[in-house]
């Protein structure tokens, strides 16, 4: 396919947002930013910016003349409205689109019922049917888990009261990665496009489990007294999804199912044992590395 030089962000000023932006500017992609309202001196001056309605397929499309491709960032309250973006993708002749999509697990069949998670699915297969017609192509990008969210999570270890409840004894494996990887994957999808093609793409800096990280803390810190107590992910999947049942649909409800998906085990494939690293150009995490991220921690 066609190279792609002419890259549309959605969702760029939040956190993830905000890792693509700088990656793709240092990959030397022209870069423009749509958004629902321009900031003067929000975005670096290399960065077209673009007021865009998100809620008018007209208003996109405009917005998308002459782009190559358009990733989107965009947050949960924004979801489900990116159909309206692959609409706008397809009208404005946009030949790769990479959605909002990053996790752990979040393309595993096993999850696509779970709230959160089925919003997601939803707009996956809805990317995947237009791309069976050969309007445009798609990546998705399963992340992993980001580790600066899984260190800073108290639910996995909770440095600052030093205490752990170990899930399924905390064994189970799950691939995570800096939230830097995000933007280094993203550019590696436009600068190979033939080979991530209309297909999930795996990144995973390195394989953790949450006995592991509890393991770096005691050693780091060994004259540390930990509490310590187990429980199973499936009872936090639970808990969560009977939440959601009863009316909340509140950050905790969903976190707890985030977490018991997570940490599920092998049931929901969170361990990449097979990536696509060395293709997209993700670094792996050393062993000190991830010493020094636990000790800032528990500092």
């Not at 994957?185 to 033939?194: L, Y």
Request: a negative charge; proline letters at 3%.
């Amino acid at each position: 396919m066609a190279v792609i030089r002419n890259v549309a962000v959605a969702g760029a000023s939040g956190n993830i947002g905000s890792y693509v932006l700088k990656a793709l500017l240092q990959a030397n992609f022209n870069v423009t930013v749509l958004t629902r309202s321009q900031k003067p001196g929000a975005y670096d001056s290399k960065i077209t910016v673009v007021e865009v309605d998100f809620t008018s397929v007209g208003s996109l499309t405009s917005a998308l003349q002459n782009q190559d491709a358009i990733v989107s960032t965009v947050g949960k309250a924004g979801l489900e409205a990116q159909r309206l973006l692959i609409d706008a993708a397809i009208a404005a002749g946009v030949q790769r689109f990479i959605p909002s999509d990053y996790g752990v697990c979040t393309t595993s069949p096993k999850v696509s019922g779970f709230p959160f998670y089925s919003t997601l699915a939803t707009v996956r297969q809805y990317l995947e049917d237009k791309a069976a017609t050969g309007a445009l192509t798609y990546t998705i990008v399963a992340i992993g888990s980001f580790l600066e969210y899984v260190l800073m999570t108290p639910t996995v270890v909770n440095f600052k009261e030093h205490s752990v409840t170990l899930m399924d004894e905390g064994k189970n494996r799950i691939s995570t990665s800096p939230l830097a990887s995000i933007g280094t994957a993203v550019a590696g999808v436009f600068k190979n496009p033939d080979e991530t093609k209309n297909r999930v793409v795996y990144v995973s800096a390195t394989i953790l489990t949450q006995k592991q990280i509890f393991d770096i803390a005691k050693e780091i810190k060994p004259e540390i007294t930990w509490t310590v107590s187990n429980i199973k992910a499936s009872d936090i999947l639970k808990e969560g999804l009977d939440a959601v049942a009863s009316g909340d649909g509140g950050f905790q409800a969903i976190g707890n199912i985030l977490i018991g998906t997570a940490f599920g085990g092998e049931e929901y494939g969170c361990a990449y044992d097979n990536n696509d690293n060395s293709l997209l150009g993700i670094e792996p995490i050393t062993d000190e590395t991830l010493k020094s991220l636990i000790a800032a921690q528990l500092n």
